[in-house]
T-cell receptor, first 110, second 113 residues
Framework: LAKTTQPISMDSYEGQEVNITCSHNNIATNDYITWYQQFPSQGPRFIIQGYKTKVTNEVASLFIPADRKSSTLSLPRVSLSDTAVYYCLVSYTGGFKTIFGAGTRLFVKA | EAGVVQSPRYKIIEKKQPVAFWCNPISGHNTLYWYRQNLGQGPELLIRYENEEAVDDSQLPKDRFSAERLKGVDSTLKIQPAELGDSAVYLC???????????FGPGTRLTVL
């Protein structure tokens, strides 16, 4: 199973773009890359998922280089409410194996 | 659409006592997961069900933990007897067939004294 590594914490200011990079050197051919967001006292919430190149939805973009050994979650113009823990994980579609790492604590300041 | 429902939200027990957590997944989601999340860490998978079958319970401490999903819908996770180290948040999640996106409930915060 692919293990992920991401920064423990990041600080940002309101209105800035935040990029959180995750490394997953042992990603397998069938693995997808998924990002979740978690607020205190809540369960994680799905943000975005991708396999290669770029994926964009209404809240974020996910950039995946050709070798797929890393990925970058991009949050445009963050607000105070984006302060949360962000988890990068790889998901094996065949067996739904998912491993959450320790996540990145993003703190957005005014 | 109702989300994943878990109860209770909080539970305080003394060590060596039994405890049970209940989860009702989103309707139509045949995959159900139980996770344990310790403070400051990411969720750790305990068991995954496909309908009523436990297809991955490799991380479930089977000496004291048990789980069931008898009719392939709601599920119960039990600890007997509880130990101090079991204090954590127990999360339930569900997903649609052949989909990776998991929908999490709010969790049950267990405190073992």
């Amino acid at each position: 199973l692919a293990k992920t590594t991401q920064p423990i914490s990041m600080d940002s200011y309101e209105g800035q773009e935040v990029n959180i990079t995750c490394s997953h050197n042992n990603i397998a051919t069938n693995d997808y890359i998924t990002w979740y967001q978690q607020f205190p006292s809540q369960g994680p919430r799905f943000i975005i998922q991708g396999y290669k190149t770029k994926v964009t939805n209404e809240v974020a973009s996910l950039f995946i280089p050709a070798d797929r050994k890393s990925s970058t979650l991009s949050l445009p113009r963050v607000s105070l409410s984006d302060t949360a823990v962000y988890y990068c994980l790889v998901s094996y579609t065949g067996g739904f194996k998912t491993i959450f790492g320790a996540g990145t604590r993003l703190f957005v300041k005014a | 659409e109702a989300g994943v429902v878990q109860s209770p939200r909080y539970k305080i027990i003394e060590k060596k006592q039994p405890v049970a957590f209940w989860c009702n997944p989103i309707s139509g989601h045949n995959t159900l997961y139980w996770y344990r999340q310790n403070l400051g860490q990411g969720p750790e998978l305990l068991i995954r069900y496909e309908n009523e079958e436990a297809v991955d319970d490799s991380q479930l401490p089977k000496d004291r933990f048990s789980a069931e999903r008898l009719k392939g819908v709601d599920s119960t996770l039990k600890i007997q007897p509880a130990e101090l180290g079991d204090s954590a948040v127990y999360l339930c999640a569900s997903s649609q067939p052949n989909k990776n996106e998991q929908f999490f409930g709010p969790g049950t915060r267990l405190t073992v004294l």
